[in-house]
């Protein structure tokens, strides 16, 4: 049985395997952070969360430089999901 192994802190989607079979009572033996639901289809720009029984697509910029509004500071986004309004996306020109 074809099984999709997520994250046990964040829900993320990390890969699919396959469950081994009980030989006690030819059950399938599914671990834990793994569910048999198929995660929907990547897409850009986002994570594929897994939540409450459900697989959700999640805002993921990590990696990406913003910069703060009114100090123009750099903040590299290291967190999954929407990115606050008070940060640029681009680097903000001096007055």
Known sequence: MKIYNYVDTTGEYLGE???????LDNEPLIPRNAT??????AQP?????F??????LVD???GETRYIKG???PVVINFL???????YQNDPQPY
Not at 51 to 56: D, E, L, N, R, T
Not at 81 to 87: A, C, F, R, V
């Open 17 to 23: 395997s396959y469950a081994g079979v009980s030989p």
């Open 81 to 87: 999901g929407p990115i606050n309004q008070d940060l």
């Open 45 to 49: 720009k986002k994570a594929r969360v």
């Open 71 to 73: 100090t123009r500071k």
């Open 60 to 62: 993921d910029f990590r």
């Open 51 to 56: 939540s409450g029984g459900v697989w959700s």
């Open 36 to 41: 048999t639901i198929a995660p929907p289809e």
